[in-house]
C-alpha cells in the first residue's frame, strides 16, 4: 500500500516515509492510494482485545513494517492504560452508551495515537539512524498526549505551540511540567488557529523541515488517524448485534480527525449506521452540516478548549473523498477557502447528502453545565464539557454512543461549579506542586523556526 497527498503534486509514500513526513510536501495531507474491504475481518476480529485488534488493524497499513516488529510496538502503546479494557464502552441505558476514551496517561483520546506514533517514532530513530524533531499545534489535549508519547526518548525533541491562556490550568501543566529536557511548551500569543496556522507555514519551507528532520504529531499525521479507527471498531463490535447498523457515534470534536476516523472505518465495509458531529460554540463544523457552507467565524473561548477551533485541518481528507478523490478539485476548493475565508459545499447541506451519514449538533457555554447536570442526575455518570457537548440532541430512536473524549478530573472548575463534586486524579495531583515552564513565544513562523533551529536534536 501506498499513500498520496490530497493534493496530487507528491510521490507516493511508504507507511514509514508518510509518517515521518507528516504534512505532504505539497501542503496536502497523507491518505492510503485505496481503503482496503475490512467487510470480511469483521467476524474474525470480534473477539479480539484492543491491543491485537489494533494490531490487525495497523499492519493492513504498515506492509513496510515487518509483522514481528510492529506487535510490540502496538502493544506497548496501551501498557499504561488504566482500565484494562483500553477503550470500554459503558452502558448507561438500554440505547446509549459511553465510549471512555480517557484512560491513558494524560487522560484524553489523544493517547490513542499519540502513545502508538511515539513508538513508531523511537522505531524510526532506530531503524534509520536519525533523529527526529516533532512539532505540533494543539488546544488542549493533543500536545499533552503527544509529549508523553516522546518523553525522555533518546533522538527526539517535541515543540508543542499552545494559545497561551486558552487552555485548561491543568492541560497546561501537562505540558509544561515534565521536567524532561526534550520536551519544549510554545504558549503562542494567539489562538489555536494562529497556532496551526504557523505549524502548517513552518512545514511549507521544506529546506528547514528537511534540515531538522522534523515530523508533524497533529492529526494532519496520517498515523494518528489511522490509530483512532481502532476505537470505533472496537466498540461497534461490541454492541448487540441488532444494534449495530443502526447506531450512531455522538464524536465531540473541533479539528475533525476524531470523526473522520470513524468515517473512514465506513468506507472501509464496516456498517456503522452515522455519525454526529458535535461542536461547542466554535461551531464551523456544525455551520457546514446544516448549510453546507464553510466559513471561517471569530473564536469565543468556552468551557470546552479542546474545541476551541475555526480551521478543521482534517476536513481536507474529507473533501477529497466528496469531490470524488480529484485532487485538482481538492486544491481549487483549498485555494478558494484560504483566499475568500469560506466555501460553498452544496453535497454536504441536509438535502444533498448520503442518507444516513451525518447530523450535527452545537453546544454553548451556558448549555454544558444543564447537560453535566442532567447526566449526573438520571444516569450517576459525569462527563467532562467536551463530552457533555456529544450528549445534545441524542435521537431516542438510534442507539447512540457517545464517545467521553477526555476525564472531567481535567476540568475541576467547570464540574465543580455544575454539581458540587470537584473529580480528582492522582496524576494531576502530582502537577500541582510542579513549576510551569512554559516559552512566550510570537505566533510568526520565522520566531518559530528560530526557536527549533536553537534547540532541535
Known sequence: MRFISTRGNTEPHSFSDAVAVGLAPDGGLFLPDKLPDLSGQIARWSGLGYGDLCFEFMRIFAEDIPAETLRPLVAQ??????DPAIAPLRRLDERLYVLELFHGPTLAFKDFALQLLGNLYAHQCLVRRESINALGATSGDTGAAAIHGLLGRPGTAIFILYPDGRVSPLQERQMACT?????????????????????????????????HHLSAVNSINLARVLAQCVYYLFAWLRLPARAREEAEFCVPTGNFGNVLAGWMLRRMGVPIGRFRVATNQ????????????YWIAPVHPSLAPSMDIQVAS??????????????DRVRAAMHEFKTEGRRAFPELAPHGSEPGEFSASRCTDAEIPG???????????????????????????????????????????TIRAAIGVEPTDPALEMLKGRPVVKIPIKADSDSVKAFVAAHAV
Open 77 to 82: 502503546a496501551y501498557v499504561r492504560f488504566s
Open 179 to 211: 521536567a524532561a529536557e526534550n520536551v519544549f511548551a510554545l504558549a503562542v500569543d494567539g489562538t489555536f488557529d494562529d497556532a496551526q496556522a504557523v505549524l502548517k507555514e513552518v512545514f511549507g519551507d521544506q529546506a528547514f523541515r528537511s534540515r
Open 314 to 327: 482534517n476536513f481536507e481528507r474529507f473533501l477529497y473523498y466528496i469531490l470524488g478523490e480529484d485532487p
Open 282 to 293: 466554535n461551531d464551523i463544523l456544525y455551520r457546514l452540516f446544516t448549510t453546507g457552507e
Open 371 to 413: 447537560i453535566i447536570r442532567e447526566v449526573h442526575r438520571r444516569y450517576g455518570y459525569i462527563v467532562d464539557p467536551h463530552t457533555a457537548c456529544g450528549f445534545k440532541d441524542l435521537n431516542p430512536a438510534r442507539t447512540s454512543i457517545v464517545l467521553a473524549t477526555a476525564s472531567p478530573a481535567k476540568f475541576p472548575d
